[in-house]
């Protein structure tokens, strides 16, 4: 999987109360123009998600804005632990093509002093990482030069 992470975003929060809530937004002063619609893009998610009370009741939901409409998908926090990430199908009143505003927040968490912790959020595609590209380019070097050898 391969991270395009945000950047230019607006982060709110009011966990630092206590009230174990708080959100990301991106494009909230300037619409993203963002065009997911390409068969490459795959999903949303969030790298290196942890909650620190990982047993514990709570909601994520990510909010997805274009013209034609909006979706939000929710997801309990002690599962979303398991696999952080929502997959664009799951966004069928959204235009993909473009993608004005991207909302992600946590809020009703049992431990009201609980929080998240993630060290970014991206756009997952089905392209090779570099380094898988970068093993299969010299696995086949290798393979060559054995082929060679055995026909020498």
Do not use: C, H
Not at 13 to 39: I, K, R
């Amino acid at each position: 999987m391969n991270v395009f992470p945000f950047v230019g975003y607006t982060f709110y929060t009011s966990s630092a109360q206590a009230n174990g809530f708080g959100g990301l937004s991106y494009g909230y002063n300037n619409d993203l123009n963002l065009d997911l619609s390409d068969e490459i893009y795959t999903g949303l998610f969030l790298l290196d998600f942890y909650a620190d009370e990982p047993g514990m009741s709570g909601t994520i939901r990510l909010t997805l804005y274009s013209e034609s409409g909006v979706n939000s998908v929710s997801r309990n926090i002690g599962a979303f632990i398991q696999n952080p990430k929502w997959e664009l199908t799951e966004f069928p009143d959204v235009d993909l093509s473009n993608i004005q505003r991207i909302d992600l927040d946590w809020y009703g968490f049992s431990d009201p002093g609980a929080d998240i912790e993630f060290t970014g959020f991206g756009v997952s595609n089905n392209l090779p990482e570099p380094t898988a590209v970068s093993m299969i380019l010299l696995g086949g070097i290798l393979l060559r030069a054995l082929r060679k050898r055995k026909q020498s």
